[in-house]
């Protein structure tokens, strides 16, 4: 994650929630009075977003402490506390609730994630995520998907072409289109097609397409495209990838499975902060 972006992401956040100051916290607490606290799992998970929760207090309050007792990555289980924090008591509440919303949800991100790359079993697919974040999240949940044993797919529309089929309608087809994109990008740069049928398939294998995103195909017309492409490009799938579908999309044979689900739609992972 660049910290330079983090920093300014943290900052919005606290100035949103705290606006002119915490009315609760600052009529009850004294400025000089701390106290400590912990983290604890109320559910099994794949723990992800450990810096952006101890960099949100540092922000705040450089005299919070937070240390946790596992990693990014880590499996956290029910019922385990597995960090803890001290400092100033106003300025644990007043930061509570933004490292906690952020710290859910990146977990969650990667709990989900990592049952989807689970689900692929021995086979050579990947799982990737989405442009499908929240705007001004996707540093943050693209990251947590990596987290989860995922891969990321463009972070933004500068990071690779990638021709859908509102592309192809507007420039008269997947040919056109794809002769124009070479014609105008460095040779450095991946060109992705989408395509909806065996025959947008052979157009794209013609165009000389890298990869070939086979869009809400069903199983056996993915089966056909797998072989039709014989490895002479990349193949991602996309489209109603859900979890019950995931291992079976991947016995196709296909290289990558691309879901906005893993960051559009996830449930934040359930993670209480508890002082005492």
């Given amino acids: 994650m660049n910290k330079l972006a983090l920093d300014e992401l943290l900052r919005r956040a606290l100035i949103e929630d705290i606006g002119a100051g915490d009315l609760a916290g600052e009529a009850i607490f004294a ?3 701390t106290a400590a606290g912990y983290l604890i799992a109320k559910q099994a998970l794949i723990l992800a977003g450990t810096a952006v929760f101890a960099r949100t207090f540092a922000l705040l309050d450089e005299r919070v402490n937070v240390a946790f007792d596992y990693a990014d990555g880590d499996k956290v289980e029910k019922g385990q506390r597995f960090a803890r924090i001290e400092g100033p008591t106003q300025s644990l509440l007043a930061g509570e609730r ?10 969650g991100i990667a709990t989900e994630t990592n ?13 990737v995520d989405t442009r499908k974040t929240l705007p001004g999240l996707r540093m943050l949940q693209k990251y947590a998907v990596t987290v989860g044993g995922g891969k990321n797919h463009r972070f933004g529309l500068d990071s690779m ?9 507007a420039a008269g087809g997947i040919l056109p ?4 994109a070479r014609a105008k990008v460095s040779p450095f740069v991946k060109i992705e097609v989408e395509v909806e049928d065996l025959e947008q398939v052979k157009q794209a294998l013609q165009a000389g397409a890298d ?3 086979l869009d809400n195909m069903d199983l056996p017309m993915i089966e056909t495209a797998v072989r039709l492409i014989d490895r002479r490009a990349l193949v991602e799938v996309s489209g109603n990838v859900t979890l019950e579908r995931v291992a079976a999309l991947a016995a ?8 906005g689900a893993l960051t ?13």
């Fill in 31 to 33: 400025e000089e009075d």
């Fill in 98 to 107: 933004v490292a906690l919303n952020l710290l859910q949800h990146m977990t």
């Fill in 115 to 127: 049952r989807y790359a689970a689900a692929c079993g021995g086979h050579r697919a990947l799982v």
């Fill in 161 to 169: 072409v990638m021709i859908k089929d509102n592309h192809i309608k």
């Fill in 177 to 180: 289109a794809v002769a124009r």
């Fill in 211 to 213: 990869v070939i995103m």
């Fill in 252 to 259: 196709t044979g296909v290289d990558i499975i691309s879901s």
């Fill in 264 to 276: 559009h739609s996830v449930k934040a992972a359930d993670i209480s902060l508890r002082l005492i």
